[in-house]
């Protein structure tokens, strides 16, 4: 068996093996929830990274699964974080996959959309409780046309407030 001076030495060999390439950037998985007051579904508007020129967007409040989670843990965490609300998720209705088109931004999140209520001692108007939220609002099914929606699932929206599908609909791949 060597000595720790000879294991030393040995670890400091150059080594054959081809040089560590970096991991590329792996998929995540963010749950949504799709939450209807009078017949409007609740959307929060959020702006893409640190760039001032991007514009805005519109999306399902809810966020990314942590380790552990389940995805119903993850959207009443997402919930309370962005609005200050509890919410009662019940089952998937969509899945969709968002993978950038864009070399210098690497990004692929697999979208899980929850059907979900607002608990029953949530009243009045909903406001942001994160700074990555910058506005609130119910949107009627004619309403979402002119929204920029990430990902853009609009007409699936409009559908899902005239009736939640039987089971969960993949509705492919959207940017």
Do not use: C
Request: glycine share 8%; net charge negative; aromatic share 6%.
């Amino acid at each position: 068996m060597p000595s720790d001076d000879q294991r030393d030495r040995t670890d400091l060999r150059p080594s054959r093996r081809a040089p560590a390439v970096p991991a590329p950037t792996l998929p995540t998985i963010r749950v949504g929830g799709f939450i209807v007051r009078e017949g409007r579904v609740l959307l929060v508007r959020q702006h893409r990274g640190a760039d001032p020129s991007a514009p805005d967007y519109w999306l399902l409040p809810g966020g990314g699964l942590e380790f552990g989670e389940t995805l119903a843990e993850a959207l009443i965490r997402e919930a309370a974080e962005e609005l200050g609300v509890d919410v009662l998720p019940s089952r998937p209705i969509a899945l969709i996959e968002s993978i950038s088109p864009e070399p210098d931004y690497p990004k692929h999140v697999v979208h899980v959309v929850l059907a979900a209520r607002l608990s029953e001692n949530t009243a009045g108007p909903l406001a942001p409780h994160d700074q990555d939220v910058l506005e609130v609002g119910f949107f009627s099914a004619h309403e979402l046309q002119g929204l920029r929606l990430r990902p853009p699932f609009a007409s699936d929206l409009r559908r899902f407030l005239e009736a939640l599908p039987d089971g969960v609909e993949y509705l492919g791949r959207m940017w």
